[in-house]
């Protein structure tokens, strides 16, 4: 504690007693300015104001670790808390008024010598140890309020950074102090939930940027539904930006002049609501083919993206059996599908999405290796198809380079720039707006359906020639070609829904044998059906099965181990037929 001060009573300084008079005794004070001298009793003032022997001398002007009274530190915890709201110049100012008011009295103008306080000569001198401790721990004190008051004023002002810094350094000084403390975990939490604020405002403004510069690209590249739909994405992550409106009202413009453009937009929203109908109805495996097919004609969309990758989790979260088994099916009857079309890519991921739903089916496996090993052919082949377009186009062969282009766009759909050329090469078959070139066209267009056995395009080209050139012979001929063969794959496609029908039913009945000869009947007209191939192994799994749990219960054990491997010849490695099958050789013995 620091020494307490006395005033003179002649010359009115104000002096500094380090020391009490003994206890029950008085001393004699002289005065180092005026030479007065003057009795002080020991009741004069409190004993803890006495920490260190010293002779009464003037306290100087400007002294800045001046004494405090010790009532100061009852009332600091409340002063601190109401000077915390308060702005810096009046926590200044507090700080003044406090620094200039601890308990003594006026400052004398005039420093002057020490006074001497007359003691018994006999008495020992206390060593000053105490004392410096005690200045010390009083000027930690005052460092400690100037530190809480520029925190306070620093969080109202909600610069969180330095408010964490003041309340920091305080701990440092006081580490149990309970109001430092608080502060301080406030001022982080606040400057940390200011931080993650910035961080949202900053990749909301990142995302936005960027789907605004996926949209001019796209408009660059005249490609006016992709354009259409990044502006509109842009909107929804910044509403009220102006440029986003008016840039999509200048794509949906462009895009209302562009027929091809217009239906690609039209065919992507078809195909975006029916994979939303396919989620809703836990059809998965048809929500991922339509939202595949989205994302072929808007390269690069969000939406189309993230829609996908939620049915292809949706597929992995399956946990039914009979719900994985039937979503298997339609995965290798799409896969099947694409890879008869030259739609590898689709077939590739149709085929992926099969094996995590069964990592061992061995369909799956082959159909996957098919749909590479066609897509590695396929690359030579698209190189050399896109090459002959672009010669064509240079010759202005035009008619030519729409065939080769188409083809090769068939390889591989979601190439931009097969698809680019193609529309380019169609448009200048459109310029040249003769019928012989729109005759030759369909012509061509229908052989070429033709070869490949698409027989309902080849029907609609045939059809078109035949109307600009009636009666023609060679459009006639290719006509009643496309439609027999349209005919024939019409029947079998309905024989063979008829077959799975009458099969599935005699399944679910338990009549094996039947459901066996339906799904035979099935396969004989699509052999490449991978639905109908899935069901016959299940089909002959379930005859065998029920024919040797039949043989167990008439004891005939020798009959039900062979039902049993044959069983296992339909589903190698199967855990219910290797069971049996064991139990009816443990029998047969």
Request: with cysteine; aromatic share 6%; charged share 25%.
């Amino acid at each position: 504690m620091p020494a307490q001060t006395i005033t003179c009573p002649e010359c009115q300084v104000t002096l500094r007693v380090a020391e009490p008079p003994p206890p029950g005794q008085g001393a004699r004070i002289v005065c180092p300015r005026c030479g007065s001298q003057f009795s002080l009793q020991a009741d004069a003032f409190h004993p803890a104001a006495w920490v260190s022997p010293a002779a009464a001398e003037p306290l100087p002007a400007g002294d800045d670790d001046p004494p405090v009274n010790p009532a100061w530190r009852t009332f600091l915890p409340a002063l601190l808390l109401a000077v915390a709201g308060a702005s810096f110049v009046v926590g200044a100012s507090i700080l003044a008024a406090m620094h200039f008011s601890g308990g003594r009295g006026a400052v004398a103008e005039q420093p002057a010598a020490p006074a001497a306080v007359e003691r018994p000569a006999e008495e020992p001198q206390p060593a000053d140890d105490a004392d410096k401790r005690a200045r010390a721990r009083e000027k930690d004190r005052r460092e400690f309020t100037r530190l809480m008051i520029q925190a306070g004023v620093a969080k109202d002002g909600k610069r969180y950074d330095d408010a964490v810094k003041a309340y920091g350094e305080a701990l440092k000084l006081f580490p149990d102090d309970v109001d430092a403390a608080e502060g301080l975990r406030e001022s982080q939490s606040a400057l940390a939930a200011a931080a993650g604020t910035k961080a949202n405002d900053e990749q909301r403004r990142a995302e936005f940027d960027r789907l605004m510069k996926q949209g001019r690209d796209a408009m660059a590249a005249k490609h006016y539904a992709a354009a259409v739909r990044a502006f509109e994405v842009a909107i929804q992550v910044l509403p009220s930006n102006a440029d986003a409106t008016q840039a999509v009202q200048d794509a949906k413009a462009a895009l209302g002049k562009d027929e091809s453009e217009k239906k690609k937009l039209t065919d992507y929203e078809n195909h975006m609501a029916a994979g939303r109908a396919a989620v809703v109805a836990e059809r998965y495996a048809d929500a991922l083919h339509e939202f595949v097919a989205a994302g072929l004609l808007l390269p690069g969309d969000a939406a189309a993206g993230k829609a996908r990758r939620d049915a292809e989790k949706r597929l992995d979260d399956l946990r039914d059996e009979n719900k994985r088994h039937d979503a298997l099916a339609r995965l290798l009857e799409q896969g099947g599908a694409a890879l008869r079309n030259h739609r590898y890519q689709e077939a590739i991921r149709a085929y992926r999405a099969a094996l995590k739903l069964f990592p061992r089916n061995q369909d799956a496996k082959d159909g996957l290796r098919a749909a590479r090993k066609a897509q590695d052919g396929a690359k030579a082949e698209f190189a050399r198809l896109v090459e002959q377009g672009d010669t064509a186009m240079v010759l202005q062969q035009y008619q030519a380079a729409v065939l080769a282009y188409r083809d090769a766009n068939r390889l591989f759909p979601d190439d931009q720039g097969v698809s680019d050329a193609l529309r380019l090469a169609e448009q200048a078959v459109a310029n040249i707006g003769t019928g012989v070139a729109a005759y030759q066209q369909l012509m061509a267009q229908g052989l070429t359906a033709l070869r490949a056995r698409r027989y309902a395009d080849a029907v609609t080209a045939f059809t078109g020639a035949l109307r600009l050139v009636p009666g023609d012979p060679d459009a006639a001929q290719g006509l009643s070609d496309a439609q027999a063969g349209l005919d024939r794959r019409l029947k079998k496609r309905a024989e063979f829904d008829k077959q799975m029908r009458a099969g599935t039913l005699a399944y679910r009945r338990g009549s094996y044998a039947d459901a066996v000869q339906a799904f035979e009947a099935a396969v004989q007209q699509d052999p490449d059906s991978a639905k109908a191939n899935a069901a016959l192994s299940q089909a002959r799994y379930a005859q065998h099965m029920s024919a040797g749990q039949a043989a167990m219960t008439a004891r005939r054990y020798a009959d039900a181990a062979a039902e049993f491997q044959a069983a296992l010849d339909v589903a190698p490695g199967d855990a219910r037929a290797m069971a049996a099958l064991r139990q009816a050789r443990q029998f047969k013995r």
